[in-house]
């Protein structure tokens, strides 16, 4: 096998902090592509998105890169192997953004795709490089989340096609749209030739920080349950009803989510949230009667997450049958644990502990595009601290430093890629190319 990279000389660590600083200011002019002056708001296919999307296509372009989008609006931009027929490395993450974002979350993972393209500086691989920008991770304008990922798995289907957006456009229509003023979309599916998924995106949570390190690898991405609890009990008087007949269904629901927050807390790596609840009548003069909570639990091994929602839920029935409280559960929507590549996540490893960072393993509390790529080619991905655990918030942030090292580690990641290559074999990939 052709040795990569072979006769390069040792990149000096200048060069890893401009092409970071590059990447970090391109991160600052696709933040003034927004739907909304005064923000950031980038949503699937929209006039911001194509602005944004002219940008990296031009850096794309300048780092030596063949560009294409394909029919879901994805952005591609291929790096040729040294030899014609190779196999590839896909390395992406989103453009678009939620309502009011930051400036890093997707974005800095399709700047470092297209950073470490220019730090090969013209050297060829013995693999490609196709960096893809998806078009939509987030959902935000048809509910959907991954439409751009689900797209190039070809798990994007003829209902998702039918939702509408807040203006009554269905989603088929937007991208006819889309593909007329785009006559040259290429397929969306993956090249047969896609061999492993790569994303560098920021962590969105404080585990980093708080660990005092630059980079993490993530093992697993965690499966979720999300559930709705109400507690139905009896509306009345505020001032004429004794405490010891009251059927409070509020007071209910209290006990149940501090019941559950404790429950969470002993169980290591377990997440339980309720972030929504409804109370009605609402009036400050009425002991409240049907009170709906939301339930959002998660968790890298999914057995251990569906016995926590099954006590979750038991506990809710208890303390209803104590207070004599009506309680309805539904379980809305289940999303399995994805594990990544055990071959890459070792290379990842062993590329984190070569820049000096120590290998800490990590399980992703958010969704991110290699949970839908990891169905179709080995995945793994790479995170970088977040300053304060913020995301989803314009103080959004994340150190240059870290950046610069993100990329020390891309461009080990990409020297040792190919000798990995046998063991990511035809075989274990599953058939999702179209
Ligand atoms: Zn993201």
């Known amino acids: ?11 000096t660590e200048t060069d890893f902090d401009s092409i970071a600083a590059t990447a970090l200011a391109r991160c600052d002019m696709l933040a003034k592509c927004s739907d909304e002056p005064g923000q950031i708001t980038r949503t699937f296919l929209s006039p911001a998105m194509e602005r944004c999307n002219r940008l990296v296509q031009e850096w794309m372009r300048s780092a030596g890169m063949i560009t294409s989008f394909d029919r879901v609006g994805n952005l591609r931009g291929y790096y040729a192997a040294s030899s014609e027929d190779a196999l590839r490395l896909i390395i992406g993450s989103h453009l678009d953004t939620v309502p009011n974002a930051g400036r890093y979350d997707g974005v800095l993972g399709v700047m470092l795709g297209i950073g470490l393209v220019e730090a090969l500086a013209g050297r060829r691989c013995g693999f490609g490089i196709d960096v893809i920008g998806f078009s939509d991770e987030e959902g935000v304008r048809y509910g959907l989340p991954f439409i751009g990922s689900r797209a190039a798995t070809g798990t994007l289907l003829a209902p998702h096609l039918a939702r509408r957006d807040a203006d009554g456009i269905a989603m088929y229509a937007a991208l006819d749209a889309f593909q007329n003023a785009y006559p040259d979309v290429v397929d969306a599916g993956l090249d047969p030739r896609a061999r492993a998924y790569l994303e560098f995106h920021i962590e969105q949570g404080p585990v980093l920080e708080h660990a005092g390190l630059a980079l993490g690898v993530v093992e697993t991405i965690a499966g979720q349950s999300r559930a709705t609890v109400a507690f139905r009990g009896r509306a009345g008087h505020a001032g004429t009803t004794p405490m010891f007949l009251r059927r409070d269904a509020l007071a209910a629901a209290a006990e149940w989510l501090t019941a559950v927050e404790s429950a969470a807390s002993s169980m290591p790596g377990l997440v339980a949230t309720t972030g929504r609840i409804s109370c009605e009548p609402d009036a400050a003069n009425v002991i409240p009667g049907l009170v709906r909570c939301s339930l959002d639990v998660r968790h ?3 057995a251990i997450r569906r016995a926590a929602v099954e006590d979750f839920l038991r506990t809710a029935d208890a303390i209803g049958n104590r207070r004599e409280i009506e ?28 820049v000096g960072v120590s290998p800490r393993h990590m399980t992703s509390g958010a969704g991110h595009d290699a949970m839908i790529m990891a169905a179709c080619v080995p995945s793994v991905m790479f995170f970088l601290r977040s300053p304060g655990g913020i995301s989803h918030h314009p103080d959004e942030a994340v150190y240059a430093e870290d950046v610069a090292m993100a990329l020390r580690a891309g461009i080990r990641f ?4 190919e ?3 046998d063991q990511l074999s035809e075989s274990e990939r599953k058939s999702c190319t179209t």
């Open 1 to 11: 096998m052709r040795t990569m990279l072979a006769g390069h000389t040792a990149r």
């Open 419 to 421: 000798a990995h290559l």
């Open 300 to 302: 890298a091994d999914d």
């Open 327 to 354: 309680v309805e559960r539904v379980v809305e929507y289940e999303q399995a644990a994805v594990r990544l590549d055990r071959t890459l996540v070792a290379l990842a490893d062993q590329v984190v502990s070569e």
């Open 414 to 417: 990409l020297e040792r890629f």
